[in-house]
């Protein structure tokens, strides 16, 4: 039986494109239920009787709407496509997180193994040789992130792909949830990122307010 929750991955149908919607009409594959996919959730232009997967975005009877671009949608296919990946390498998603003006999602992964803690550098290993595949059901760029129990630690990762490396100093305010991310002030544009998309985006994912500060 198809689980209807939101953001559970549910295979439809496209029925109808419904131009005053800006939307496909589409039916949830194996229910008699049907849904809109927005176009501007929707990953690339389809045909009717195309069929893919989306996420559950939300329900609001009698409409349910499904979208390819929520951190959901993301989050769902990685654990469904990539899982021998994920359990061969000890890893668990913990968190994804985009903005709406980003190109990316940045998705953070914990590393349960007992035979130590992978870096960012091994998980960008990890995962190299499965971006062109990846690209196929994700239509944005994904950066994966080790996620920390330490904040001042995560907020650091989370501002991959900056050269995290060439963090001078962190300082970490607990009772404001802050963190100061010291770097020279020739990378500062390389940290914040176009629009400041990758700090926004590492603030959005961590849940801790950054401050990127050029010395």
Request: hydrophobic share 40%; proline share 4%.
């Amino acid at each position: 039986m198809l689980i209807i929750k939101v953001g559970y991955l549910v295979p439809f149908m496209i029925l109808k494109a419904l131009p005053d919607y800006d939307s496909y009409f589409c039916n949830l594959i194996g229910t008699d239920l049907y849904s809109l996919l927005p176009k501007k959730y929707s990953k690339k232009t389809y045909k009717i009787g195309d069929t893919d997967w989306a996420a559950i975005f939300d329900i609001k009877p009698p409409k349910i709407i499904i979208s390819q671009k929520s951190p959901q949608y993301v989050r769902k296919t990685l654990e469904s496509r990539f899982f021998d990946i994920l359990a061969h390498n000890h890893l668990k998603i913990k968190r994804v997180a985009s903005i709406g003006s980003a190109n990316f999602f940045k998705v953070a992964v914990q590393c349960n193994s007992k035979n130590g803690v992978l870096n960012g550098k091994d998980i960008y290993e990890i995962f190299k040789p499965y971006q062109d595949t990846m690209h196929e059901h994700i239509e944005r760029k994904v950066y994966f992130v080790m996620y920390s129990n330490v904040k001042k630690d995560f907020a650091v990762n989370a501002l991959v792909p900056a050269p995290i490396d060439r963090v001078r100093r962190v300082i970490f305010y607990e009772d404001m949830n802050k963190v100061e991310v010291i770097i020279d002030e020739a990378d500062v544009g390389i940290f914040y990122g176009k629009n400041k998309t990758n700090v926004l985006s590492a603030i959005k994912l961590t849940g801790v307010n950054i401050e990127i500060i050029g010395r």
